[in-house]
């Protein structure tokens, strides 16, 4: 009976060592709103920040663990060989044992850091769901200058967020799929087991698209420059910055549908041309 209740109590205190403090200030923040007679703000901010922080962690824990899981049904059988010795031979049998339960806790707690980094965004939350219009637009793309007030900088940390969770997907897959063999190189050449070239041209395209969406976002941060004489969009950001940023948003769009088109195509020359023109 002591053997269970220590790890018990060993837990408990390593959640109040991390989390008393929060509880502690969120107890006083709602004695001082009831003071004054806004609880309806404490209990307002309090809701965003679990309906943002949730929905943040929970999709990230989803996208990032289905994909690690696919990744384990996609590998191949470890099979006895002459290299019996290999590292990575014993490194996959490990894996495949008790590696699950280590992938599962470990996704669990970065989701959990995730969430608790979405909430803090919680002004932006409630912005972006109640905007208000100014009756005024910018005079170089026409929107509304309430979408720049209560909208923009959250679609910049959505951009943030999804391009985060993409692509610790996407290493996290390929390390996965590289120890457990169904990643090998060959002669400088990689080499995929069935299946897996196509889950990773997937995952890279999920990537550029996104990146691509971030592209077409960072045209309106022109408005923001600090690059010329005066503060706003120069004559350069105007004219030259503009359209750079449009086409690079395109050519990440064509980076992504190669990457898709890949799949049924031998090697991965499409991609990395792609990917090379799209950083030139």
Same mark, same amino acid.
């Given at each position: 009976m002591r053997f269970r209740i220590w790890p018990t109590a060993i837990i408990l205190i390593l959640l109040v060592l991390a989390f008393g403090g929060s509880l502690v200030r969120l107890y006083i923040d709602w004695l001082w709103f009831g003071e004054l007679g806004y609880q309806v703000v404490f209990w307002k901010e309090l809701k965003s920040k679990l309906e943002l922080g949730l929905a943040a962690g929970i999709l990230f824990f989803l996208i990032? *663990?289905?994909? +690690?899981? +696919?990744?384990?049904? +996609?590998?191949?059988?470890?099979?006895?060989?002459?290299?019996?010795?290999?590292?990575?031979?014993?490194?996959?049998?490990? !894996?495949?044992?008790?590696?699950? =339960?280590?992938?599962?806790? $470990?996704?669990?707690?970065? $989701?959990?850091?995730?969430?608790?980094? !979405?909430?803090? &965004?919680?002004?932006? *939350?409630?912005?972006?769901? &109640?905007?208000?219009?100014?009756?005024?637009?910018?005079?170089?793309?026409?929107?509304?200058?309430?979408? =720049?007030?209560?909208?923009?900088?959250? +679609?910049? =940390?959505i951009y943030g967020w999804l391009m985060f969770t993409f692509i610790v997907a996407a290493i996290a897959t390929t390390i996965l799929h590289y120890v457990d063999r169904a990643i090998e190189i060959f002669a400088g050449k990689p080499t995929f087991a069935p299946h897996v070239k196509a889950h990773l041209s997937i995952l890279l395209a999920a990537v550029l698209f996104v990146r691509a969406w971030g592209y077409w976002l960072d045209r309106y941060d022109l408005l923001y420059s600090a690059a010329g004489v005066v503060y706003g969009a120069g004559y350069t950001d105007v004219h030259a910055r503009l359209a750079a940023l449009s086409a690079l948003s395109v050519a990440a769009v064509i980076a992504g549908v190669l990457a898709l088109v890949n799949i049924y195509r031998r090697g991965i020359i499409l991609p990395t041309a792609a990917i090379a023109a799209l950083i030139a």
């Open positions: 990032v *663990y289905s994909n +690690l899981w +696919l990744a384990r049904r +996609l590998s191949p059988p470890a099979t006895p060989r002459y290299d019996r010795g290999d590292i990575r031979i014993r490194i996959s049998n490990v !894996a495949r044992k008790g590696i699950g =339960y280590l992938i599962f806790i $470990s996704v669990i707690a970065v $989701s959990i850091l995730v969430a608790w980094e !979405a909430s803090s &965004h919680w002004m932006g *939350y409630q912005k972006f769901l &109640h905007p208000t219009s100014f009756g005024d637009t910018d005079p170089i793309f026409g929107k509304d200058i309430g979408f =720049y007030i209560f909208q923009f900088d959250f +679609l910049k =940390y």
